[in-house]
């Protein structure tokens, strides 16, 4: 089974595990998360991020936050392309998704998880009344209501 590692900027990582977690109470033991501090070098930051992948010893996928920061840039150092798979822009619907199928080979592993991020971004419609168009002389105008 895949392993999850996420690495981001302090808490976010820690905090999107949590999530997980309470989505999925037995994910624990497959998703892992290093908080990037501002002031820890980021060669400290690889080499804990080195030992949590050990520890695994399964292929891994792994999420940062920002394209060229900090944690993206530790992680891309561990992504080889062929064990460990990196994505950017996590988000919680590609994290769930991911968790949800982790027991997939890592090359669908990896297209799910897109899919899950892009589809979990979308804008929401208004619906309520007050930001209708009322007819005139609309029997049922309640804009003093509100």
Same mark, same amino acid.
């Given at each position: ?15 999107l ?13 497959? =998703?892992? &998360?290093?908080? =990037? ?5 980021p ?6 991020? #080195? ?13 940062t ?20 798979? /990196?994505?950017?822009? =996590?988000?919680?619907?590609?994290? /769930? #998704? &991911?968790?949800?199928? #982790?027991?997939?080979? /890592?090359?669908?592993?990896?297209? #799910?998880?897109? &899919? ?31």
């Amino acid at each position: 089974m895949n392993h999850i590692l996420i690495i981001a900027h302090a808490p976010l990582a820690s905090a999107l595990k949590a999530c997980a977690l309470h989505v999925f109470p037995d994910c624990g033991a497959h =998703v892992s &998360a290093l908080d =990037v501090p501002p002031n820890m070098p980021p060669a400290e930051s690889v080499s804990q991020a #080195r030992v949590m992948l050990a520890q695994q010893g399964a292929d891994a996928l792994l999420l940062t936050d920002v394209f060229g920061a900090t944690p993206s840039n530790i992680a891309k150092q561990l992504a080889d392309g062929i064990h460990t798979r /990196l994505l950017t822009g =996590v988000n919680l619907p590609m994290l /769930l #998704r &991911a968790v949800t199928y #982790r027991h997939e080979p /890592l090359d669908a592993l990896v297209q #799910r998880a897109l &899919a899950g991020g892009a589809q979990g971004v979308m804008q929401v419609a208004v619906t309520a009344p007050q930001n209708q168009t009322l007819k005139k002389n609309d029997p049922d105008d309640h804009q003093s209501q509100q």
